[in-house]
T-cell receptor
Framework: AQSVTQLGSHVSVSEGALVLLRCNYSSSVPPYLFWYVQYPNQGLQLLLKYTSAATLVKGINGFEAEFKKSETSFHLTKPSAHMSDAAEYFCAVSKAAGNKLTFGGGTRVLVKP | EAGVTQFPSHSVIEKGQTVTLRCDPISGHDNLYWYRRVMGKEIKFLLHFVKESKQDESGMPNNRFLAERTGGTYSTLKVQPAELEDSGVYFC????????????FGSGTQLSVL
């Protein structure tokens, strides 16, 4: 069975500071890995995905994530936080394209001016 | 292009009542998924339609939940009778054939069972 762990249900960062959201997964097969973001009163939007190509994945809005097989991690980073980054972020894993997603518990990001 | 739309956005019902949630996927998307997030917990998979067929319904909690997708267009999720533990946010998502790794999510239905 697959599982996803996101460390920290809430993260507070200052505007302009590094954003680092941690995600570890377990999977019996090479996984597809995703980060989704949910802004207030909206649906989840795909930030980026890893599907066995490059281990460093660049996404929208300046976010990127690095797949580290040895650490079973897929941490999300952004060099400089913006106020508009305040949202909830979800890490997810699936066995293949079109397969069901297994989500982590989510991390809510607060950006302080 | 319209996104995935869900109705209603909020529903408050009493225990024992019936509620029907609706999802309109993006036009042309064969894959349709239902997910649920109970407060404080992870988003969990409920089921997956490919067109009108149930591809995977392994996440359905019990037989009080019935999902349909007649004609392969919109889908409904009926809860009958509703229990307190059914409260949460129900998300629908869709994706086109062959590009299933990117899901387009609706904004969800917040269900409160009192």
């Amino acid at each position: 069975a697959q599982s996803v762990t996101q460390l920290g249900s809430h993260v507070s960062v200052s505007e302009g500071a590094l954003v680092l959201l941690r995600c570890n997964y377990s999977s019996s097969v090479p996984p597809y890995l995703f980060w989704y973001v949910q802004y207030p009163n909206q649906g989840l939007q795909l930030l980026l995905k890893y599907t066995s190509a490059a281990t460093l994945v660049k996404g929208i809005n300046g976010f990127e994530a690095e797949f580290k097989k040895s650490e079973t991690s897929f941490h999300l980073t952004k060099p400089s936080a913006h106020m508009s980054d305040a949202a909830e972020y979800f890490c997810a894993v699936s066995k293949a394209a079109g397969n069901k997603l297994t989500f982590g518990g989510g991390t809510r990001v607060l950006v302080k001016p | 292009e319209a996104g995935v739309t869900q109705f209603p956005s909020h529903s408050v019902i009493e225990k024992g009542q019936t509620v029907t949630l609706r999802c309109d996927p993006i036009s042309g998307h064969d894959n349709l998924y239902w997910y649920r997030r109970v407060m404080g917990k992870e988003i969990k998979f409920l089921l997956h339609f490919v067109k009108e067929s149930k591809q995977d319904e392994s996440g359905m909690p019990n037989n009080r939940f019935l999902a349909e997708r007649t004609g392969g267009t919109y889908s409904t999720l009926k809860v009958q009778p509703a229990e307190l533990e059914d409260s949460g946010v129900y998300f629908c998502a869709s994706s086109p054939t062959g590009k299933g790794e990117k899901l387009f999510f609706g904004s969800g239905t917040q269900l409160s069972v009192l």
